[in-house]
């Protein structure tokens, strides 16, 4: 079974710095893609970033832009998320999914598109 593990949340500062890991195992697969998702209280559940294992492509949301920088370790199925100059806003639980096949990461892939979720890991940005 396909199995996403998401850690690395926390509680910082507005301004620090946290780095997100999501470890995805068992599958064989080669082409999927992996996104961050976050959801705060009350709202709906918003793509934040995601990384394409085909082509290495990746997609930012634009209030991350600039801030937050997606990575990946194909030989390990490892993703991070290394989130930077955060923001009271960024407070979430952060979620990482997977999808099968190559995707055009031109284009946003909603939640409802992703095969695959792990559990969250709470990130609180406090000013």
């Known amino acids: 079974d396909v199995q996403l593990q998401a850690s690395g949340g926390g509680s910082v500062q507005t301004g620090g710095s946290l780095r997100l890991s999501c470890a995805a195992s068992g599958f064989t697969f080669d082409d999927y893609v992996i996104g961050w998702f976050r959801q705060a209280p009350g709202k709906e559940r918003e793509g934040v970033s995601a990384i394409s294992r085909a082509d290495g492509s990746t997609y930012y949301a634009d209030s991350v832009k600039g801030r937050f920088t997606i990575s990946s370790d194909s030989a390990k199925h490892m993703v991070y998320l290394q989130m930077n100059a955060l923001k009271p806003e960024d407070t979430a639980i952060y979620f990482c999914?997977?999808?099968?096949?190559?995707?055009?990461?031109?284009?946003?892939?909603?939640?409802?598109?992703?095969?695959?979720w792990g559990q969250g890991t709470q990130v609180t940005v406090s000013s």
């Open positions: 999914a997977l999808v099968r096949g190559s995707w055009n990461l031109l284009d946003y892939i909603p939640p409802y598109a992703y095969d695959y």
